[in-house]
């Protein structure tokens, strides 16, 4: 496994930016790599991304949902990859965003490119995005301000 953690800072509070992450099906617009989300059900996704040129799709399960604080999944079938992220008030109009992902890299290309720090990369250049799409719009496209316990997650 490969572990990254990348870190940005928004000018938008902590509600709106937390919002904005719920809403799943909208990555695409700022993940490079992610071509589909489909929520399937409040804790059940299914991806599409390219990977080292590679199209792969896997199923992920929240496992902890906590508004305004933390959003936690693990994938359930194919390319196996977990993480959080959280979200921290800076101040009323400053959030910081912070991704800690686990990846496990699949064949030489992909771990090729994990020893050259291509994951990090990807992430750092995603919260980049993230960050221009939401302060270039100021308000979150949607919400699910619902709760996720890790104890009720199958």
């Known amino acids: 496994?490969?572990?990254?953690?990348?870190?940005?800072d928004v000018?938008?509070?902590?509600?709106?930016?937390y919002n904005q992450w719920?809403?799943?099906?909208?990555?695409?617009?700022?993940?490079?790599?992610?071509?589909?989300?489909?929520?399937?059900?409040d804790t059940h996704?299914?991806?599409t991304a390219e990977i080292a040129g590679k199209e792969?799709?896997?199923?992920?399960?929240?496992?902890?949902?906590?508004?305004?604080?933390?959003?936690a999944w693990r994938s359930t079938e194919g390319a196996a990859n977990a993480g959080?992220?959280?979200?921290?008030r800076i101040d009323e109009?400053?959030?910081?965003?912070?991704?800690?992902?686990?990846?496990?890299?699949?064949?030489?290309?992909?771990?090729?490119?994990?020893?050259?720090?291509?994951a990090d990369r990807q992430v750092k250049g995603d919260l980049e995005r993230f960050k221009q799409f939401i302060e270039s719009r100021g308000s979150e496209t949607g919400a699910w301000r619902g709760e996720v316990e890790q104890s009720k997650v199958s």
């Open 93 to 118: 109009n400053r959030t910081r965003v912070t991704v800690q992902m686990d990846v496990e890299p699949e064949g030489a290309i992909e771990n090729a490119g994990d020893a050259l720090g291509l």
């Open 45 to 47: 996704l299914e991806w």
């Open 56 to 71: 792969k799709t896997w199923k992920a399960e929240i496992t902890e949902q906590n508004p305004d604080e933390r959003v």
């Open 22 to 41: 719920t809403q799943f099906e909208e990555f695409p617009q700022f993940m490079s790599s992610v071509k589909q989300v489909r929520q399937l059900d």
């Open 84 to 88: 959080v992220v959280t979200f921290h």
């Open 11 to 17: 000018e938008v509070p902590v509600r709106t930016a």
């Open 1 to 8: 496994m490969s572990n990254v953690t990348e870190s940005i």
